[in-house]
């Protein structure tokens, strides 16, 4: 399984954009990028899943350059709720089912 | 529709002891993983059953076993309980849906072993 990167910690005020980069150089063909979202003593929660180029649902968007070895999530206008640990996972068929989680980065919203 | 529901919410056990976590997973979700997660970590993968059968197991020691029933509900044992053993154990389940990858988790059981 593809291994991640991304950043411990990013902060950010109310009604900013968040952007996440996540590093994953040794990628596989067949891996799909996914991104989850983890509040304090919940289970994660899935957010959003792509292969190439943008993804957007109506909670953020995933963009994948066309090398595919990193990943930005962009969280639109954070809100207080979005303070949360993000965590960014590469896998294919193979993991499904065995995700393989990193330490994520934990995101604190402020007003 | 009834997300996934994990009992007990907390557990406080010994060192030695044995406990049993159980996870019903979303009705029409054949496949049931199971996760650590300690304090401050990403969780950790432990075992996935799908069909009722083993189809992945984590770096977890033999202490930890698993099991799925016929109605897909699924049971986390870990024998001889360590002081290490404490963590949130997540349980998530999903359909077989390949292509999308995406697994639903559920609250959680916080076990403390003293």
């Known amino acids: 399984l593809a291994k991640t990167t991304q950043p411990i910690s990013m902060d950010s005020y109310e009604g900013q954009e968040v952007n996440i980069t996540c590093s994953h150089n040794n990628i596989a063909t067949n891996d799909y990028i996914t991104w989850y979202q983890q509040f304090p003593s919940q289970g994660p929660r899935f957010i959003i899943q792509?292969?190439?180029t943008k993804v957007t649902n109506e909670v953020a968007s995933l963009f994948i350059p066309a090398d595919r070895k990193s990943s930005t999530l962009s969280l639109p206008r954070v809100s207080l709720s979005d303070t949360a640990v993000y965590y960014c996972?590469?896998?294919?068929?193979?993991?499904?089912?065995?995700?393989?989680f990193g330490a994520g980065t934990q995101v604190v919203v402020t007003p | 529709d009834a997300g996934v529901t994990q009992s007990p919410t907390h557990l406080i056990k010994t060192r030695g002891q044995h406990v049993t976590l159980r996870c019903s997973p979303i009705s029409g979700h054949k496949s049931v993983s199971w996760y650590q997660q300690v304090l401050g970590q990403g969780p950790q993968f432990i075992f996935q059953y799908y069909e009722k059968e083993e189809r992945g197991r984590g770096n977890f020691p033999d202490r930890f076993s698993a099991r799925q029933f016929p109605n897909y509900s699924s049971e986390l044992n870990v024998n001889a309980l360590l002081l290490g053993d404490s963590a949130l154990y997540l349980c998530?389940?999903?359909?077989?849906?390949?292509?999308?990858?995406?697994?639903?988790f559920g609250p959680g059981t916080r076990l403390t072993v003293t």
């Open positions: 792509g292969y190439k």
């Open positions: 998530a389940s999903s359909t077989n849906s390949q292509g999308r990858y995406e697994q639903y």
């Open positions: 996972l590469v896998g294919g068929a193979d993991s499904w089912g065995k995700l393989q």
